[in-house]
C-alpha cells in the first residue's frame, strides 16, 4: 500500500488507478476536486502530486493525534514487520468504505467516492464520510448488470408504466464481494397484469434465475412485497428477468445484496423474513382485490404453483407467534384459498377448514398450531385453508414460519371436480408472544 509518487502521469487528473485495489485514496479525491476547481490552494501548490503529499503527511499526523476511527472512513495501515514500532508517517491513509447513506432525497444509497460513483454507473445526490465521499445511487433497467450492494431495476420510463412488448428484461446482478449470501427484492412498486385464469403467471412475469432455491413467477399486485433469493458466496451472478406480454407493466425493485454474516441474513429457504414482533403477511397479488370486499370473488388472483416459507425472526423473550386473519369480519370474502365462496350468499359466515385431511391443494401450514374454540377447547392442526381462517392460531414451534402451499389447479369459475373456485389468497397478521 505504499504511494508510488512516480506513477502519477504529467496529467495530473489521468490518475485513475486505485493505489489499493478496490480502495480510493481520499488524498487522490481531494487533489482531484481542487484540481478540479482550480482553488487557490492548487494555483499555490501547483503541482497536483505536491497536493497529495502534503494530504498525506496531514492525514498521517491527524491520525497519529487521533487514532479514533472516523465514520465512514477507514484507517488503512501498510502490512509491515509487526516488531516495527516506528510511527508511519507516511504510509497511513485513509479510504471511503461503501457503507450505506442518506442521498439529499432522503433515500438509500452507497457511500463512494465521486470518481467511484461514476465508473459504477451511479448518481451522486449529497455527501458521506465526512464529506469525503458522495451518497452515491444506482438506477438499472432492461439488460443491464449491477456489482453493487444496492441497485433500483425500474422499467424502462418509470414510474410510467411500459409501453413495449419485453420479451426478456434482465438485470444481471454480480456479487459485490465473495462474502455475498442472500439477494432481496423489495418490490416497491410492482403492478403486473393478472395471472391467467388457473392463477399462473405465464405470459408476464417476474422471475429469478440462479439462485440456490427455486423462487416463484410473480404476477399481479404486489407493491410492497419482498422476496429473498439464496445464493452461494461464489455465486457468478444472478438474473432478475421480467417477461411483460403487453405494455402497461411498471415495477421499481430495490435489489440488495447480503452478507453472509449479515444481522439481515434470513435463514436459508425463507422466501419472506419478517423480523418486527407483529406485521401483516399477505399472499402475493394479494392487493389486486379490493377489500373490504361484500361480494364473492368472480376472478382467481391466488396465484398457483406457490410453495415457499415465510419466516419470522425469532426474539428473546418471545416464545411463541400468533396469527390472525387481518380483517375479523366471518363474512368479507377476504380469505379464501379453496372452493367456490360464491354459494355463501353476501352477509352469511364464510367456514374456513383446518387439518391436513381437509386441507391437501392450497393452504397455509403452521407447524404445531393451535385454536382455541368457543367452549374453549383447545384443537391442534397444522394446516388452515378453505373461505375463512380462526380467530387465532397460535404456535411455539420454532423457528417461527408460515408455509404457503397452491397446486398448479386454479379456477377462476367453479370446477365441481377440482372443489375450487375463484380465490382471493391471504392477508394475516402476526404478533410475537412474550414468554
Ligand atoms: C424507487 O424505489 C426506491 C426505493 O424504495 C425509492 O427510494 C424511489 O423513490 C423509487 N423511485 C420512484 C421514482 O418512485
Ligand atoms: C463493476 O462494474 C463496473 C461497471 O460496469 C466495472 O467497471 C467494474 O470493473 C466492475 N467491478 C467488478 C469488481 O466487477
Not at 450492494?149 to 444481471?172: E, H, I
Not at 403492478?191 to 392463477?199: A, H, L, M, N, T
Request: charged share 15%; aromatic share 10%.
Amino acid at each position: 500500500m505504499v504511494l508510488d509518487l512516480r506513477t502519477p502521469s504529467v496529467d495530473g487528473a489521468a490518475i485513475k488507478t486505485p493505489i489499493v485495489e478496490s480502495e480510493t485514496t481520499v488524498c487522490l479525491q481531494l487533489a482531484h476536486f481542487l484540481d478540479d476547481r482550480q482553488t487557490a490552494v492548487t494555483f499555490f501548490i501547483m503541482k497536483y502530486y505536491a497536493c497529495v503529499v502534503a494530504c498525506w503527511a496531514l492525514l498521517a499526523v491527524v491520525g497519529r493525534a487521533t487514532p479514533a476511527k472516523i465514520e465512514g472512513l477507514e484507517q488503512t495501515q501498510e502490512i509491515g514487520d509487526v516488531n516495527d514500532r516506528e510511527p508511519r508517517l507516511f504510509f497511513q491513509f485513509f479510504t471511503i468504505t461503501p457503507d450505506s447513506c442518506t442521498t439529499n432525497i432522503n433515500t438509500q444509497g452507497i457511500c463512494y467516492s465521486a470518481t467511484d460513483c461514476k465508473n459504477l454507473g451511479g448518481t451522486a445526490s449529497g455527501s458521506c464520510a465526512v464529506g469525503f465521499g458522495v451518497c452515491c445511487t444506482f438506477s438499472r433497467s432492461c439488460e443491464s448488470s449491477t456489482n453493487v450492494s444496492q441497485t433500483l431495476f425500474q422499467n424502462p420510463g418509470y414510474p410510467a408504466a411500459t409501453t413495449t412488448v419485453l420479451d426478456a428484461c434482465r438485470l444481471k446482478v454480480y456479487p459485490v464481494n465473495s462474502n455475498i449470501c442472500q439477494i432481496r427484492l423489495d418490490l416497491t412498486d410492482f403492478s403486473f397484469p393478472q395471472p391467467d385464469i388457473e392463477g399462473e403467471c405465464v405470459t408476464d412475469f417476474l422471475q429469478v434465475i440462479g439462485g440456490v432455491t427455486n423462487t416463484p413467477l410473480i404476477c399481479g399486485e404486489n407493491f410492497g412485497q419482498h422476496l429473498y433469493v439464496d445464493v452461494s458466496p461464489d455465486f457468478g451472478s444472478v438474473t432478475i428477468n421480467v417477461v411483460a406480454s403487453a405494455p402497461g407493466a411498471k415495477w421499481n425493485i430495490s435489489v440488495t445484496q447480503i452478507e453472509c454474516n449479515s444481522e439481515n441474513r434470513a435463514p436459508a429457504g425463507c422466501l419472506q423474513y419478517f423480523t418486527n414482533t407483529k406485521g401483516t403477511i399477505k399472499s402475493f397479488n394479494y392487493d389486486a382485490t379490493t377489500f373490504p370486499n361484500s361480494t364473492p370473488p368472480t376472478a382467481t388472483t391466488q396465484l398457483a404453483s406457490q410453495v415457499y416459507g415465510v419466516c419470522i425472526k425469532p426474539q428473546s423473550g418471545f416464545c411463541s407467534v400468533s396469527y390472525k386473519k387481518t380483517s375479523g369480519l366471518v363474512n368479507d370474502y377476504t380469505f379464501s384459498t379453496t372452493g367456490d365462496a360464491s354459494i355463501y350468499p353476501p352477509g352469511d359466515p364464510l367456514p374456513g377448514k383446518a387439518g391436513s385431511a381437509d386441507c391437501t391443494t392450497d393452504y397455509l401450514m403452521i407447524l404445531g398450531g393451535t385454536i382455541t374454540d368457543a367452549n374453549y377447547v383447545v384443537i391442534s392442526a397444522d394446516r388452515y385453508c378453505g373461505f375463512n381462517f380462526p380467530s387465532k392460531v397460535e404456535t411455539s414451534v420454532q423457528p417461527f414460519v408460515l408455509y404457503v402451499v397452491t397446486d398448479a389447479q386454479e379456477t377462476t369459475y367453479a370446477d365441481s371436480q377440482l372443489i375450487d373456485g375463484p380465490n382471493v389468497g391471504f392477508s394475516v397478521d402476526y404478533r410475537m408472544q412474550a414468554c
